[in-house]
């Protein structure tokens, strides 16, 4: 969470950083700030809210955008409420030091009660005052130079961080470290100018060479040289990998979308083909996938797989459940990586495990892998950010490649995971020969049909915004499915409590009956997936309790349904495909009245509050 971003070199600092924080926006957005150095001055102006409020305050002071160097901060408060204060950059006493942060120092009270003994004062509750200040005392004790103060002082440091750190007297460098938290350094031509941020988002129309920092690395950067990387702990000097950026600008923009989320949605199609492009020749009857293939004997021989993920992703990893159990028989266990690192979990060399994770940078995801690693296990990812810190940190992996998602509510991410995962499921299937080689032919000609099928189900975008009108002022709403698209419902459920802050619960329908049934009335709007084959019947008498409780129906059938419709009060029909596969298209028009229900309640549905994109703290 938070957004970091920076600039040194020829050219006016504060456009970059400015557009930059709004790229970054997803990470964070409760408050933003930015420094600008210029004529031997520090500018600093920073407030509560958006970057657009920033950029308002920054709009009345003109002099306050001059200067080529500049660091700025989106932030998602961890330590210190929201407002003015807490906000970054954070100066040390002196005046001297400057620093954005993104992560948690965990130790920071301990520190701040050493630094308040040795006289300095804080200005705000944060944790990152704390660690500028550190900066300082360090410094000032050691007499070195601002990179060694800084990497002496994370020496001192428990907890992430990613960190931006200017010095009044070195104007011409800008030092970055990173523990547990993303940074990349953008790389200009001729080393004549250097950019900083929490993904390469914020300079990609400026450069296409980057580093990106591992854990534990501290790098220098200096105008006219290369940047310098070293170890935090053991001082060892780096060997930077400069890589050529594969992003490109309209990516980033919505391209004439009200709402990146609803841009995202529409993408689906594409981004479901680009993610089984090349690794699925549905003709020729092949499913080729490096990272399976070449550890194909480890999937073979796994007494089980455990599946780590949080919440979008989790629910991906339900539906990887119900696909690797039905068609590969293998045993699988799917956790949420925030209760798996912290139970003392029983692996075993024989365990494969699959992390799933959109952004790569969650951090219990990114610790759960690093505990199933040390017990042994074979740790496969499934992200979709190029070069994400899980996607480094796991043996072997697979892209979703759907392009960036900058939604905070995950669209394209879902069905992309379930789209790999599907692959998975059906390499493992003919590999281990749990499906015949007709149905594995079937399940790949049904794949290739999927993307026109959801692209058919994105034009009943009026019927969606129908029922959204009639539903949009419910206070709660129940979600239900069975089978396959249980998973679908709780994601639903998630979808519309994180942008319209309507209470929905997501239960398989089997089990309303259970409790959930007490909550019906004429007020509780469920939606109900009744699909033709999984539980058809079952789940059409999970409907009449519904029914016959008052409760509103709003189901989800195949085309061509005609019992549920005579039910229900409202049907959105989804095209015919195999059960296994019905995930990709119900979820499609739950994401949709989601949005439609965001929009019309007028919140915002691209930062929803308390919500960040990548949750890189705990
Ligand atoms: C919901 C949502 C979150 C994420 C979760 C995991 O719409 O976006 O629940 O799915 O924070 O994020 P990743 O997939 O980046 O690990």
Redesign the pocket.
Same mark, same amino acid.
């Given at each position: 969470m938070c957004g970091i971003t920076g600039y040194i070199g020829y050219r006016d600092a504060y456009p970059i950083v400015i557009n930059g924080l709004k790229r970054l926006e997803y990470r964070g957005y409760d408050s933003a700030g930015l420094m600008l150095f210029n004529n031997n001055q520090i500018a600093l102006t920073k407030t509560k809210g958006k970057v657009l409020d920033l950029e308002g305050i920054v709009d009345q002071s003109p002099s306050g955008k001059e200067g080529k160097i500049g660091i700025g901060h989106t932030r998602w408060a961890t330590h210190g409420v929201p407002n003015d204060v807490n906000s970054h950059p954070h100066f040390s006493q002196s005046g001297e030091l400057v620093i954005v942060h993104n992560g948690i120092i965990e130790n920071y009270d301990t520190l701040k009660k050493e630094l308040t003994s040795r006289g300095y004062t804080f200005k705000s509750d944060t944790d990152t005052e704390v660690l500028i200040n550190l900066i300082e005392e360090v410094k000032k004790q050691e007499g070195c130079k601002l990179g060694k103060a800084v990497q002496l002082a994370l020496t001192q440091v428990i907890g992430a961080y990613a960190i931006a750190v200017f010095d009044k007297s070195k104007p011409n460098e800008i030092i970055v470290a990173k523990l547990g938290s993303p940074i990349a350094i953008g790389i200009g031509e001729g080393l004549k100018e250097f950019f900083v941020a929490s993904d390469a988002s914020p300079f990609i129309e400026y450069t296409k060479d980057a580093i990106y920092l591992e854990d534990e690395e501290l790098a220098i950067i200096k105008l006219g040289k290369a940047v310098g990387v070293r170890k935090i702990y053991d001082d060892s000097i780096v060997d930077a990998n400069i890589q050529e950026l594969q992003l490109s600008l309209e990516q980033i923009e919505k391209g004439g979308y009200d709402h990146f989320m609803l841009k995202e949605i529409y993408e689906q199609p594409k981004a479901i083909t680009d993610t089984y492009r090349g690794r699925m020749l549905a003709d020729e009857g092949i499913i080729k996938m490096a990272g399976i293939d070449d550890n194909l004997g480890k999937f073979m021989r796994a007494d089980r797989i455990i599946v780590v993920?949080?919440? #979008?992703?989790w629910h991906a990893a339900l539906v990887g459940e119900y696909l690797f159990e039905d068609l590969s028989r293998i045993p699988v266990e799917v956790e949420y990586a925030s209760e798996f690192r912290y139970r003392n979990p029983i692996i075993t060399t024989n365990d494969v495990v699959i992390a799933? &994770?959109?952004?790569g940078? #969650?951090a219990d #995801?990114l610790a759960a892998i690093k505990l199933a690693k040390s017990k042994g296990a074979f740790v496969f990812g499934i992200c979709n950010v190029v070069g994400s810190s899980i996607a480094r940190e796991t043996h072997a992996g697979a892209y979703t490649h759907a392009g960036p998602e900058i939604g @905070?509510? &995950?669209t394209k991410?879902f069905t992309t995971q379930i789209t790999i995962l599907s692959l998975i499921a059906l390499k493992l299937a003919q590999s281990k020969g749990t499906l015949s080689n007709s149905a594995f032919h079937m399940y790949l000609q049904k794949m290739q049909l999927i993307p026109k099928k959801v692209e058919k189900l994105l034009r009943i975008d009026d019927t969606v915004k129908h029922i959204a009108s009639v539903y949009k002022e419910a206070s709660n709403c129940l979600y239900l499915g069975r089978g396959f698209n249980f998973p679908v419902a709780l994601e639903g459920a998630?979808?519309l409590k994180?942008i319209s802050y309507i209470h929905a619960e997501g239960y398989p329908a089997a089990e309303m009956k259970h409790g959930p049934i007490a909550l019906i009335d004429e007020n509780m709007p469920v939606f109900v997936i009744a699909t033709n084959k999984g539980h058809y019947e079952k789940v059409v008498s999970n409907i009449q309790e519904i029914k016959s409780r008052n409760g509103k129906i709003i189901a989800i059938v195949t085309e061509g349904d005609t019992t549920v419709k005579e039910i229900a009060d409202h049907v959105i029909e989804i095209p015919e495909t195999e059960e296994a596969l019905t995930p990709l298209l119900t979820t499609i028009p739950l994401q949709l009245l989601s949005y439609h229900i965001a929009v019309m309640l007028e919140k915002n549905v691209d930062q929803p509050r308390n919500l960040a994109k &990548? @949750?890189t703290v705990e």
């Amino acid at each position: 969470m938070c957004g970091i971003t920076g600039y040194i070199g020829y050219r006016d600092a504060y456009p970059i950083v400015i557009n930059g924080l709004k790229r970054l926006e997803y990470r964070g957005y409760d408050s933003a700030g930015l420094m600008l150095f210029n004529n031997n001055q520090i500018a600093l102006t920073k407030t509560k809210g958006k970057v657009l409020d920033l950029e308002g305050i920054v709009d009345q002071s003109p002099s306050g955008k001059e200067g080529k160097i500049g660091i700025g901060h989106t932030r998602w408060a961890t330590h210190g409420v929201p407002n003015d204060v807490n906000s970054h950059p954070h100066f040390s006493q002196s005046g001297e030091l400057v620093i954005v942060h993104n992560g948690i120092i965990e130790n920071y009270d301990t520190l701040k009660k050493e630094l308040t003994s040795r006289g300095y004062t804080f200005k705000s509750d944060t944790d990152t005052e704390v660690l500028i200040n550190l900066i300082e005392e360090v410094k000032k004790q050691e007499g070195c130079k601002l990179g060694k103060a800084v990497q002496l002082a994370l020496t001192q440091v428990i907890g992430a961080y990613a960190i931006a750190v200017f010095d009044k007297s070195k104007p011409n460098e800008i030092i970055v470290a990173k523990l547990g938290s993303p940074i990349a350094i953008g790389i200009g031509e001729g080393l004549k100018e250097f950019f900083v941020a929490s993904d390469a988002s914020p300079f990609i129309e400026y450069t296409k060479d980057a580093i990106y920092l591992e854990d534990e690395e501290l790098a220098i950067i200096k105008l006219g040289k290369a940047v310098g990387v070293r170890k935090i702990y053991d001082d060892s000097i780096v060997d930077a990998n400069i890589q050529e950026l594969q992003l490109s600008l309209e990516q980033i923009e919505k391209g004439g979308y009200d709402h990146f989320m609803l841009k995202e949605i529409y993408e689906q199609p594409k981004a479901i083909t680009d993610t089984y492009r090349g690794r699925m020749l549905a003709d020729e009857g092949i499913i080729k996938m490096a990272g399976i293939d070449d550890n194909l004997g480890k999937f073979m021989r796994a007494d089980r797989i455990i599946v780590v993920a949080c919440g #979008t992703s989790w629910h991906a990893a339900l539906v990887g459940e119900y696909l690797f159990e039905d068609l590969s028989r293998i045993p699988v266990e799917v956790e949420y990586a925030s209760e798996f690192r912290y139970r003392n979990p029983i692996i075993t060399t024989n365990d494969v495990v699959i992390a799933i &994770s959109q952004s790569g940078e #969650t951090a219990d #995801t990114l610790a759960a892998i690093k505990l199933a690693k040390s017990k042994g296990a074979f740790v496969f990812g499934i992200c979709n950010v190029v070069g994400s810190s899980i996607a480094r940190e796991t043996h072997a992996g697979a892209y979703t490649h759907a392009g960036p998602e900058i939604g @905070v509510a &995950s669209t394209k991410a879902f069905t992309t995971q379930i789209t790999i995962l599907s692959l998975i499921a059906l390499k493992l299937a003919q590999s281990k020969g749990t499906l015949s080689n007709s149905a594995f032919h079937m399940y790949l000609q049904k794949m290739q049909l999927i993307p026109k099928k959801v692209e058919k189900l994105l034009r009943i975008d009026d019927t969606v915004k129908h029922i959204a009108s009639v539903y949009k002022e419910a206070s709660n709403c129940l979600y239900l499915g069975r089978g396959f698209n249980f998973p679908v419902a709780l994601e639903g459920a998630l979808k519309l409590k994180e942008i319209s802050y309507i209470h929905a619960e997501g239960y398989p329908a089997a089990e309303m009956k259970h409790g959930p049934i007490a909550l019906i009335d004429e007020n509780m709007p469920v939606f109900v997936i009744a699909t033709n084959k999984g539980h058809y019947e079952k789940v059409v008498s999970n409907i009449q309790e519904i029914k016959s409780r008052n409760g509103k129906i709003i189901a989800i059938v195949t085309e061509g349904d005609t019992t549920v419709k005579e039910i229900a009060d409202h049907v959105i029909e989804i095209p015919e495909t195999e059960e296994a596969l019905t995930p990709l298209l119900t979820t499609i028009p739950l994401q949709l009245l989601s949005y439609h229900i965001a929009v019309m309640l007028e919140k915002n549905v691209d930062q929803p509050r308390n919500l960040a994109k &990548s @949750v890189t703290v705990e």
